[in-house]
């Protein structure tokens, strides 16, 4: 028990934690809006598409984080373009966005002279090497998210629930949908050196699936999604250290076997 | 009497491509009409652009003084199936959604909860408040949904095609208690059944591309058919009875 305490001594097992909750507060209350909108391919396709900005980064030599930013933004806007104007069908516009985010990537990595050390942190995540400055930058998206949230709570409910009906009483809801796909692309990027880009989608969707085994009701949907999600990646972050092995697999594999024992127990229970 | 709503010349449609032509119509306080029509004739269509959803392309649609004063006060009940039944949300949070439609920033927050409280009650659904959306049958969901277009105190409501997935009995009663909501708002009410609606409604308007209004609830299949309005009329006895006619 003494050394899982002295772990918190430790700077970068400190920065770790930090790491983990906010995380877990971004993704589980974003996460929440994705699953219950129902656009966790178009959250997968910006996500993806980021890479792109990241291996930009790498050749031109600028923070990749600024480059995932950008592309994934852009892949945002690019995929309601395609959709809209261009007329091509949503899910296929997803792919096409997606794949060729990752694309640019390998092409940009490829062409940047010399070894590119941490790549697989991008993909695959590395939440021991998270440093200061990300830290903040993920404190100040918690506080963007919470305050967004607690101001517009029933807005943004009732704009996710019934859009027509949300635009037929005049609420702003084209101002809104730019927003939150802001502010997913916003969330991605920033919890990307938690878990990498391959594997965020899960800490959008499985602490949410895990939480939806409970409640069906919005509010508690966005708290309960954030408790499961940090228990799983605290679980994961400590199970990673104590057997050595990658944090962003020991995380994900964490939150799989959570909803896994609780979805049985439930069915056994029943 | 001035109407509520006033259509002139209206042409609607998306993508630049009208569905509807050159609609006329007025609606009067504590008129009833029923709205029919075939598939894609265009009256989900005239119903969003009622509701400010879709822009005219031609024409106007002018509201009363006391309409515009308020915000509109529409109370609007969509087509079931557009709505996601697995999304996380309860019942009292649906219909208090409705307080959306008016004022909504001056009823006060105590306000709607209350109005939301006395509606669930007054529909004898207060104790499925609780309750996901996903969990109800047909008939619960349209009184959830009825109860939202009522919050805010409409002046006109607005119902497309409310007897869809619901059983008979509790379409005897959705059409009794409209009876009772007429003697306070007009209705504009669609549906795909001009047997069942024709007992209810005071008027009767044909939407096919253009609009035929008809100033009586009793219509025939000759009639309906020289308004270039290609449904059946089905009498709803013992034997079906069915006239069928298409004219193009």
């Not at chain 1, 941490?118 to 400055?133: D, Q």
């Not at chain 2, 909860?113 to 007054?122: D, H, P, S, V, Y």
Request: proline fraction near 3%; include cysteine.
């Amino acid at each position: 028990m003494n050394t899982f305490f002295e772990l918190f001594t430790y700077d970068f097992f400190f920065k770790a934690f930090l790491a983990a909750v906010f995380a877990s507060i971004s993704c589980g209350i974003i996460g929440a809006y994705i699953v219950s909108r129902r656009i966790v391919f178009i959250s997968g396709g910006i996500t993806h598409a980021s890479f792109g900005g990241i291996g930009l980064a790498f050749l031109v030599g600028f923070n990749p984080l600024v480059g995932a930013v950008l592309f994934a933004v852009l892949a945002a806007l690019g995929i309601q373009f395609f959709t809209k104007v261009a007329d091509v069908r949503e899910d296929s516009s997803i792919a096409i966005w997606w794949s060729l985010g990752m694309a640019l990537g390998i092409i940009f990595v490829f062409l940047t002279p010399g070894y590119t050390p941490n790549l697989m942190s991008y993909l695959f995540g590395n939440i021991l090497t998270v440093t200061r400055a990300e830290l903040w930058w993920m404190f100040l998206l918690n506080v963007v998210i919470i305050v967004f949230y607690l101001f517009f709570f029933r807005k943004i409910l009732y704009i996710a629930f019934d859009e027509e009906f949300a635009r037929a009483a005049g609420l702003p809801v084209t101002l809104f949908n730019y927003l939150t796909i802001i502010l997913i692309a916003l969330t991605v990027v920033l919890n990307i050196r938690v878990v990498g880009i391959i594997l965020i989608l899960s800490l959008l969707t499985i602490p949410q699936a895990t939480a939806n085994l409970y409640t069906n009701n919005f509010k508690n949907l966005l708290i309960l999604s954030s408790a499961f999600a940090f228990f799983g990646t605290i679980t994961g972050l400590f199970i990673s250290y104590f057997l050595d092995i990658p944090s962003g697999a020991a995380i994900i594999f964490t939150l799989v076997l959570i909803f896994a024992l609780l979805r049985l127990f439930k069915y056994f229970v029943k | 009497m001035k109407p509520l709503i006033n259509i002139q010349d209206l042409s609607v449609g998306y993508d630049k491509e009208p569905v509807l032509f050159d609609v006329n119509l007025s609606v009067f306080e504590k008129d009833f009409i029923g709205l029919i029509g075939p598939n894609g004739g265009g009256k989900t269509t005239l119903l969003k652009a009622i509701l400010g959803l879709l822009r005219p392309m031609k024409g106007k649609i002018k509201f009363s003084e006391d309409m515009e004063s308020g915000q509109r006060p529409i109370g609007y009940l969509p087509q079931v199936k557009h709505i996601d039944k697995n999304f996380p949300i309860t019942v009292f949070e649906v219909v208090r959604s409705g307080a959306l439609m008016k004022n909504r920033f001056k009823l006060k927050s105590a306000e709607v909860r209350q109005k939301t409280e006395n509606l669930l009650e007054e529909m004898g659904i207060s104790n499925i408040r609780n309750r996901a959306i996903g969990e109800l049958s047909g008939g619960q969901m349209q009184r959830v949904f009825l109860c939202r277009a009522l919050l805010s105190d409409p002046k006109i409501l607005i119902l497309d095609e409310p007897d869809t997935f619901v059983d008979n009995r509790f379409e005897g009663e959705l059409y009794k208690k409209l009876a009772l909501l007429n003697k306070e708002m007009a209705i504009i009410l669609v549906s795909h059944d001009v047997g069942t609606i024709s007992s209810y409604v005071k008027t009767i308007a044909c939407v096919n591309g253009h609009l035929h209004y008809h100033k009586s609830n009793v219509i025939s299949q000759e009639q309906l058919d020289s308004y270039n309005c290609p449904i059946q009329i089905i009498s709803h006895g013992d034997i079906p009875h069915t006239i069928l006619k298409h004219h193009h």
